[in-house]
């Protein structure tokens, strides 16, 4: 697949990018996925794409065919005059004006929506961000003094120029853990995810914020979680929760376990190696697969470091229960 693009814009309007987007294609979002993974220059003007379509938010209401009529001639009496346009509409049979003006309609909706992109996207372009790398864990300093661990394949982006009494807010993708300074206003700090809003002023909590899981560990102070139907529950410390089934769930879990990727390190407590090796992709993007079905359910226990897959994979191993074999790019996971 041969693409070249130069902004955001481009890629938004492109049917490829939307046909994978929306999973509406297999066939087109394998191609898209291929080509990305070619060049990590792609892969980060197609997430500036994401992130601006995911901030997109179109708010459905029913319109009467009457309104749809009328805004639709409002739209063919604002074009300009054209001797060719106004034959066809006196002479073409009243199907063919309905056909007409849909296409109007389709196309000044299509203008409209791109141009609202491009501003959200200047909007958006705004924000600083910090994203990491597979395998990569970096720590980051915010504008007010907060510090931000952030894991691997994970990003967050935040407002530049935080104002005195203004609410400090973060988008995040993946998992970090905050330390949250407080300021002399007592100034909310909001860290937004897809599935919920943790809402603190002075305090120190880890946020996962994956495609199929949400959840919070707070280690000091406390903080307010708000789901996006505005159910809340305040936790204290020592408190996890988390979102399943749209219902928030306090887990006892510990904390070493959920924070053990702070010290590069992976906690494994009789966890069936299904969710393990769910851990390893996460951190690492590698393609891994369960040769058999009844390796998933075995468990394993243990802490592994997370910053050399090798040796992690080779760790695996040691446990005699378990082979890892490396064929066609990918890892397999076989019996013995």
């Not at 041969?2 to 990018?17: I, P, R, W």
């Not at 009844?294 to 992690?312: C, M, Q, Y």
């Amino acid at each position: 697949m041969e693409k070249f693009f130069q902004s955001v814009e481009e890629v938004l309007t492109d049917e490829q990018f939307q046909a994978w987007y929306f999973k509406t294609d297999p066939g087109k979002s394998a191609e898209w996925e291929e080509w990305i993974s070619q060049d990590p220059a792609r892969k980060e003007l197609v997430e500036a794409a994401v992130l601006c379509m995911q901030n997109i938010v179109i708010k459905e209401k029913h319109i009467h065919a009457g309104q749809v009529d009328a805004s639709a001639q409002r739209l063919m009496d604002s074009l300009p005059a054209s001797p060719a346009l106004n034959n066809y509409e006196t002479t073409a049979a009243p199907v063919h004006n309905i056909r007409s003006r849909r296409w109007y309609w389709s196309a000044a909706a299509a203008i409209i929506l791109l141009a609202a992109a491009t501003w959200l996207w200047t909007e958006i372009g705004r924000k600083s961000s910090v994203q990491t790398q597979y395998g990569q864990v970096t720590t980051k300093k915010l504008p007010d003094g907060s510090e931000v661990i952030l894991n691997a394949n994970s990003s967050i982006s935040y407002s530049d120029g935080w104002e005195k009494g203004n609410e400090r807010e973060v988008w995040i993708k993946g998992e970090a853990f905050f330390k949250v300074s407080k300021t002399a206003n007592k100034s909310k700090f909001i860290v937004h995810t897809d599935q919920l809003d943790v809402v603190v002023t002075g305090t120190q909590f880890n946020v996962i914020s994956r495609p199929d899981k949400s959840s919070v560990m707070l280690t000091e102070g406390s903080v307010i979680i708000r789901t996006k139907d505005g159910i809340e529950t305040r936790m204290m410390p020592g408190d996890f929760v988390e979102l399943a089934h749209s219902q928030l769930e306090k887990k006892p879990m510990k904390e070493e376990n959920i924070l053990a990727w702070k010290e590069k390190k992976l906690f494994f407590e009789n966890t069936p190696l299904s969710q393990a090796v769910e851990k390893i992709k996460e951190h690492y993007g590698e393609e891994i697969v369960i040769a058999d079905d009844s390796l998933g359910a075995k468990t394993i226990s243990g802490i592994v470091p997370n910053d050399n897959l090798e040796v992690l994979l080779n760790a695996l191993e040691a446990t005699l229960e378990f082979k890892v074999v490396r064929k066609d790019g990918r890892i397999i996971i076989t019996n013995p």
